[in-house]
C-alpha cells in the first residue's frame, strides 16, 4: 500500500513541476511517506523529522509534507508537535495536496482523481481497492491510523487498470488492509469476486494478484472465483499470525486454529497448485512454549510456500498495549523468530526443489546483476540471462536450480516465443 502511494503522490508531484532527486540537500520540497506499524518506524519517523528541522533551520525555504499512517484525527496537535511540517495529509487523500500546492501558487492542471498521471508504470502495478479496517486485531495500530474499511467503487477501478495498461502494465495487484472485505460499503455492494470477474475481462491484462486476505472474511464463492478466472494469480496470502488459539482469542483475530486449517484445505481441495503465504507473529503476551510449538506445527502441517514472520513489539493506542503485559523476553522472541526463519527455509527449499527441471511462465519485471528477473504465477521469483530486451515479456524458463529464496533457470525457445522476441 505504500509503495502503491508513495508512486502515486511521485506522480502528482512530477505533474505540479517537480522533478526528483536522490540528494536531500538540493531538495526543495521533501515528502514522507510513513508507515507506523511498529513502534521502531513511528521512532524513525519522528527522528527523520528532527533531521529534516536542522535542514529546514538552514534552508527555510524548504517544503516539509507528511503522509501515510503518522498522520492520525489530531493532526492540530500533529502541527504543534511539529511546526516546521508545511502540510500533514491522510494516506491517499490527495485533494489535500493539491489544495496546498495551488495555496502556494502552484498551477495544478485538471486530472481525474486516483488515476497515474505519468508514464512512471511498472510491469507489476499496485492498486489500492480498499482503505482501512474494521477488525482491530489487539495487536495492530492501522485501524486508528487509516480508519474504518472505504471501498473504491468497480468502475474506478476497471479505468484505473486500463490506464494502467497504457502505459505497460502487464500485471496488477489489487490492495486493502483486509481485500475480503471490498465493496461491503458500497451502494450495491459487490464482493471482491465481482470486481475480480469484472478485470479478467480487460484486454492486455496478463495478471491479477490480491492482497491481504482475512481467514475470517475469505468466502468459498472467493475461492471459487480465483480457481475459475484464468488471469488471477494462484497464489494467496493467508496470515496465520499464531498457531494456538489462546493467542488468536488475545489477538482477536476471530478464528481458530481448526478454523484456518479447515479453510486451507477447502482452497487446496478446489485449487490444487494454490501456492499459500502466510504471516506470523512470535513472542505474543502470553505466549508459551506450548503455544509457540503449535505454531510450528502448523507451519510444518500446511507447508506454505512463504512466511513473513515478526517479533511482537507492542504499539502504543492498541487493545494488546492497554491489556496485556508484554512479558515474552526479547532474547526469546529472537530465538523463537529464528526457528520459524530455519523451518521455513527447510520447507521453502523442498517446495522449490520440486521446480527443477520443469517449465513455468515468468512475467519479467526487471533486470538485476546482469540477469533478468520475473515472477512466476505463484509468486516465485525467477532468474536467468538473456540477451535480449525480456522486459514486460510472458517467458517459458526451464529451472535449473532452486533455493528457498529464489530460482535459477534458463530461457524455453518456442517458435512463438522466438518471433515473440524479434518483435
Not at 484456518?260 to 477447502?266: A, I, K, N
Not at 513472542?283 to 500446511?302: D, H, I, K, N, W
Not at 511482537?312 to 526469546?332: H, K, Q
Not at 529472537?334 to 527455509?345: G, Y
Request: proline share 4%.
Amino acid at each position: 500500500m505504500n509503495k502503491a502511494e508513495s508512486q502515486r503522490v511521485a506522480d502528482y508531484l512530477e505533474l505540479l513541476g517537480y522533478q526528483a532527486t536522490l540528494e536531500l540537500q538540493k531538495a526543495d520540497l521533501v515528502l514522507l511517506n510513513t508507515c507506523v506499524v511498529r513502534q521502531s518506524a513511528e521512532d524513525k519517523v519522528i527522528g527523520t523529522l528532527g533531521y529534516l528541522k536542522g535542514i529546514k533551520n538552514s534552508k527555510p525555504d524548504l517544503s516539509v509534507l507528511v503522509t501515510g499512517c503518522f498522520v492520525d484525527s489530531d493532526v492540530k496537535q500533529l502541527q504543534k508537535n511539529f511546526s516546521h511540517v508545511n502540510l500533514f495529509f491522510k494516506p491517499g487523500d490527495y485533494l489535500e495536496l493539491l489544495d496546498w500546492a495551488e495555496k502556494q501558487g502552484i498551477s495544478v492542471p485538471g486530472c481525474k482523481m486516483g488515476l497515474p498521471l505519468t508514464k512512471s508504470v511498472l510491469v507489476s502495478a499496485f492498486v489500492p481497492i480498499i482503505q482501512g479496517c474494521n477488525n482491530f486485531c489487539s495487536y495492530c495500530i492501522v485501524p486508528y491510523r487509516r480508519g474504518r474499511e472505504k471501498s473504491r467503487p468497480i468502475d474506478e477501478i476497471v479505468c484505473e487498470v486500463s490506464e494502467l495498461l497504457k502505459h505497460g502494465a502487464k500485471e496488477v495487484t489489487l490492495l486493502g488492509q483486509n481485500v475480503n472485505s471490498y465493496g461491503h460499503d458500497l451502494p450495491v455492494q459487490p464482493d471482491l469476486s465481482d470486481l475480480l470477474t469484472e478485470l479478467n475481462n480487460i484486454d492486455g491484462l496478463a495478471r491479477i494478484r490480491f492482497l491481504t486476505n482475512h481467514p475470517k472474511d475469505m468466502s468459498q464463492q472467493l475461492v471459487k472465483t480465483v480457481a475459475y478466472l484464468d488471469k488471477v494469480c494462484k497464489h494467496i496470502i493467508l496470515p496465520l499470525q499464531a498457531g494456538g488459539n489462546y493467542v488468536l482469542e488475545a489477538m482477536r483475530r476471530g478464528y481458530t486454529v481448526e478454523q484456518y486449517l479447515w479453510l486451507v484445505g477447502s482452497i487446496r481441495n478446489c485449487i490444487p497448485e494454490m501456492a499459500l503465504s502466510t504471516d506470523v507473529i512470535v513472542g505474543f503476551p502470553g505466549e508459551s512454549e506450548e503455544q509457540f510449538m503449535r505454531t510450528l506445527a502448523v507451519l510444518e502441517e500446511v507447508r506454505f510456500d512463504t512466511v513473513h514472520v515478526a517479533a511482537y513489539s507492542p504499539r502504543f493506542g492498541t487493545i494488546a498495549s492497554r491489556e496485556y503485559e508484554d512479558d515474552v523476553p526479547p532474547e526469546l522472541k529472537k530465538e523463537r523468530l529464528n526457528r520459524v526463519e530455519a523451518l521455513q527455509a527447510n520447507i521453502a527449499d523442498e517446495i522449490n526443489s520440486r521446480l527443477i527441471g520443469k517449465e513455468v511462465e515468468v512475467l519479467i519485471e526487471g533486470k538485476k546483476g546482469g540477469k533478468w528477473y520475473g515472477r512466476t504465477r505463484s509468486n516465485k521469483l525467477v532468474f536467468f540471462k538473456s540477451g535480449t530486451n525480456c522486459l514486460g515479456r510472458l517467458m517459458d524458463v526451464t529451472i535449473t536450480k532452486a533455493s528457498p529464496w529464489a530460482l535459477q533457470g534458463e530461457i524455453v525457445i518456442s517458435d512463438n516465443r522466438l518471433e515473440e522476441s524479434r518483435r
